[in-house]
């Protein structure tokens, strides 16, 4: 069970002097090799976990399949965890705080909370019922509250920069300690979003997207891998599927991690 320094560790790593980079894992094996690689926290993706669990992203896999992945993933690493909720699994924000309720008992230091193509209302509803069940809790539990609005292409292209802060100060006024905007990869765009919150900006990067300490002169605080990493893996596979039953070859399991290293990131923690 994670202690409440380590609640307020993941809160303090927060900071555009040196961006939270987080590698998106979907189980125990993916977090034991992001914190070996020298991870300061471990995040989950939704995606990752709901394809690893035989589901489509998007609400749509078991609440109590995700937090078994959830407490695996935070027994398996000693770094603090946070994790992807979608929308909070749950179809009122009572129901979405009882989420919030059980993955703080499965050890997390922090949870995404989305918004979708919901209301604003909805989300910040949410957010006061995640931020309310932490508090029951006596948790410390970093709370980042996820607009779409540039992820999904919502409203009108002219007015999505203003959009986008509006429903972010809502989320912030409603309890969220951080806000994510996914779909960003401007350099000026990011400066305006990072400029005008008073809470850390999340932004979602891969190929082509500034250097996480590039984000950071930005003034990003946190940096997300989102499910990229996960698809990459996937793609992996693919190719050693196609390679073994197309011309018989293995060349795409060159590049594997060696059996004893692997497996000894889990003898090592028991």
Same mark, same amino acid.
């Given at each position: 069970?994670? $202690?409440?320094?380590?609640?307020?560790?993941?809160?303090?790593? $927060?900071? =555009?002097?040196?961006?939270?980079?987080?590698? +998106?894992?979907?189980?125990?094996?993916?977090?034991?090799? @992001?914190?070996?690689?020298? %991870?300061?926290?471990?995040?989950?993706?939704?995606?990752?976990?709901?394809?690893?669990?035989? %589901? #489509? !992203?998007?609400?749509?896999?078991?609440? !109590?399949?995700?937090?078994?992945?959830?407490?695996?993933?935070? %027994?398996?690493?000693?770094? =603090?965890?946070?994790? !992807?909720?979608?929308?909070?699994?749950?179809?009122?924000?009572?129901?979405?705080?009882?989420?919030?309720?059980?993955?703080?008992?499965?050890?997390?230091?922090?949870?995404?909370?989305?918004?979708?193509?919901? #209301?604003?209302?909805?989300?910040?509803?949410?957010?006061?019922?995640?931020?309310?069940?932490?508090?029951?809790?006596?948790?410390?539990?970093?709370?980042?509250?996820?607009?779409?609005?540039?992820?999904?292409?919502?409203?009108? =292209?002219?007015?999505?920069?203003?959009?986008?802060?509006?429903?972010?100060?809502?989320? @912030?006024?409603?309890?969220?300690?951080?806000?994510?905007?996914?779909?960003?990869? !401007?350099?000026?765009?990011?400066?305006?979003?990072?400029?005008?919150?008073?809470?850390?900006? +999340? @932004?979602?990067?891969? =190929?082509? %997207?500034?250097? @996480?300490?590039?984000?950071?002169?930005?003034?990003?605080?946190?940096?997300?891998?989102?499910?990229?990493?996960?698809?990459?893996?996937?793609?992996?596979?693919?190719?050693?599927?196609?390679?073994? $039953?197309?011309?018989?070859?293995?060349?795409?399991?060159? $590049?594997?991690?060696?059996?004893?290293?692997?497996?000894?990131?889990?003898?090592?923690?028991?």
């Amino acid at each position: 069970m994670i $202690h409440t320094s380590d609640r307020s560790l993941f809160r303090s790593l $927060h900071t =555009p002097a040196r961006p939270l980079a987080l590698a +998106n894992v979907w189980d125990a094996a993916s977090a034991r090799i @992001v914190e070996a690689a020298g %991870a300061a926290a471990i995040a989950t993706t939704s995606a990752g976990v709901a394809w690893s669990l035989g %589901a #489509p !992203d998007g609400d749509r896999v078991s609440r !109590d399949l995700v937090l078994g992945v959830i407490a695996r993933i935070t %027994a398996a690493v000693a770094v =603090p965890v946070t994790v !992807d909720i979608e929308g909070g699994y749950g179809g009122t924000p009572a129901e979405v705080a009882d989420t919030v309720a059980r993955v703080l008992e499965a050890g997390a230091a922090g949870v995404n909370i989305e918004d979708g193509a919901r #209301p604003p209302g909805a989300l910040a509803d949410r957010v006061t019922a995640a931020r309310a069940a932490a508090d029951r809790a006596g948790a410390d539990l970093f709370v980042n509250a996820r607009v779409d609005t540039y992820l999904l292409g919502l409203g009108d =292209p002219a007015t999505r920069l203003r959009d986008t802060l509006d429903r972010a100060r809502s989320y @912030v006024d409603a309890g969220a300690d951080g806000v994510f905007v996914p779909g960003v990869t !401007d350099p000026a765009l990011i400066g305006e979003l990072a400029a005008a919150l008073t809470v850390p900006l +999340n @932004v979602m990067a891969g =190929p082509g %997207a500034p250097t @996480v300490a590039e984000l950071g002169v930005l003034g990003v605080a946190r940096v997300s891998l989102g499910s990229g990493m996960a698809q990459a893996a996937y793609a992996t596979a693919r190719r050693a599927a196609l390679d073994l $039953h197309g011309a018989g070859g293995y060349d795409s399991l060159r $590049h594997g991690i060696d059996y004893p290293e692997l497996n000894g990131l889990f003898t090592a923690t028991g």
